[in-house]
Structure formats: C-alpha cells, structure tokens
C-alpha cells in the first residue's frame, strides 16, 4: 500500500503564510465557522461574541495592526482626536505637495473634518459623488487627476494589516485606487482582530438583510504592487503607490 508522502512545498507555503501574519506556530484549534445553513441565532451569537472580544482587547488589536501594517510599508499615524486626524491629512498633503485632493462623501468626514482644515492650507477636497453638478462619468477624470485620495473605512483587520472598504452611495471606490497617494482614515472602533470576525459579521449582515449586501469588498493591505512584468516587482502600477493609514482613537 502507497503511502501518501507529506509535500515539503505545502509546508514552506504555509510558514511563509504564518510568517506574513506574524505567527511562529500552526492553529492547532479549528476556529469555529459557523455556515450560512446555520440558524440564525448560532450566527448572532458568534457576533455578539466577536464584538465583545473585539472590544475587550481593542488596545491589543490596535498595536498589532500598527504593527503588521507597518511592515507591509502602510505610513501608520496615530490621532488622538478628530481634530489631529484632520490635520495629519492636511500634512500629508503638503509634504506631496498635492495641488488636487479627491475624498469619499462618507459620515466619518462629519467627524473628521479634513475640508476646512485644508482650506486654511489653501487646497478645497473634492467630493467624489455624481449629482445634479455632476456625472458619474466625469468622477474618473477628477479621480485621475488628483494627487491624493482620502477615504474611510468599513473595518480594519489586525492579523492582516488590512482595511475593508464596502460599495455603497458616497464611497466611490475610484477615490481609493486612481490617486498615486491614499489615505484611510480609521477608528479604532472599526478594527479587528482576524479576518474571521470580518466574514462572521458580514455573513449575519446577508442573512438579516435578505441578501442585500454590497456587490464586493475592497481590501487593502499596502501600496499596489505587481509582478507581472518579468517577474520585476513594482509599487503603485495598479492603485496608489504610497499609502497612509489614519488611526483615530475613539472618545
């Protein structure tokens, strides 16, 4: 009888994998996932539970998203309030010396009011939205233009370093991927510790809203890096080439 041979590719993979995510040994408990056949209340307790444990070690979290982002060459800036998140932005442009600055018609921006502290600096954001003013055909030119996009966030993932950003009215996903230079604005409220909380959530937002949930999600976890071309690697071909990620602590 043949016996199956343990391929030494697989587990090379896999170490980078832990390595990436900053783990030194393999998960050793399957984490609990609950199926969309699941009943309903099985999927309301596995969020109730991953809020709560989300929000008890929100300090852990935070750190550890600094600290993986980071090495993923994010330019991660802690903010203390509203105000000095504004004004971290307002920076961040003028050390680009951004001439057009484009951002997303989000409610984080009723909190962080980036618009007036960059008109004390001399530069007026563009919404990015179509209206009566405006087309949506005539977003990509404004977007391509520009020399900085801001937006906020859905969630931010500690384990990943990534950021979350969700389809709806007002978040123009072309403001996160046409300007050479991003940033996200993020409150520490929205991060999480792994990938799996993410999913739990949104797969209890589909079941409780009938299936009407965004068409995709956009993760973010650097600067645009590609490949392709003789195996060359090479930043910000297919989306900014420097990106700045915004933590703003919650009062």
Not at 17 to 34: E, K, N, Q, W, Y
Not at 138 to 166: H, N, P, Q, R
Not at 183 to 210: G, H, K, M, P, Y
Request: proline letters at 5%.
């Amino acid at each position: 009888m043949a016996v199956p041979v343990e391929d030494p590719n697989k587990e090379a993979f896999l170490e980078r994998v832990r390595g990436a995510l900053g783990r030194s040994t393999p998960i050793m408990v399957t984490p609990d996932h609950p199926t969309l056949k699941t009943t309903l209340p099985r999927h309301e307790e596995k969020v109730r539970t991953t809020k709560a444990r989300t929000e008890a070690r929100r300090p852990q979290n935070v750190a550890r998203l600094e600290t993986i982002a980071t090495a993923a060459a994010w330019h991660v800036h802690r903010a203390a309030d509203a105000e000095v998140a504004a004004n971290i932005v307002a920076e961040i442009a003028a050390t680009i010396h951004a001439k057009a600055i484009v951002r997303t018609a989000e409610d984080i921006f009723k909190r962080v009011d980036i618009d007036a502290t960059l008109r004390k600096r001399g530069v007026s954001p563009t919404v990015l939205a179509s209206g009566r003013a405006r087309r949506k055909s005539d977003l990509k030119d404004i977007a391509f233009k520009a020399d900085l996009g801001v937006s906020g966030v859905e969630y931010a993932i500690a384990e990943t370093g990534s950021c979350a950003l969700f389809q709806r009215k007002g978040n123009a996903r072309i403001t996160t991927l046409a300007p050479p230079v991003l940033a996200l604005i993020v409150e520490e409220s929205q991060v999480l510790e792994t990938l799996d909380d993410f999913f739990a959530i949104v797969r209890f937002q589909f079941l409780t809203n009938r299936g009407r949930v965004p068409n995709y999600y956009n993760f973010i976890s650097g600067p645009s890096r590609t490949a392709d071309i003789e195996q060359t690697l090479t930043i910000g071909v297919h989306g900014p080439g420097e990106v700045h990620m915004i933590l703003v602590a919650n009062a």
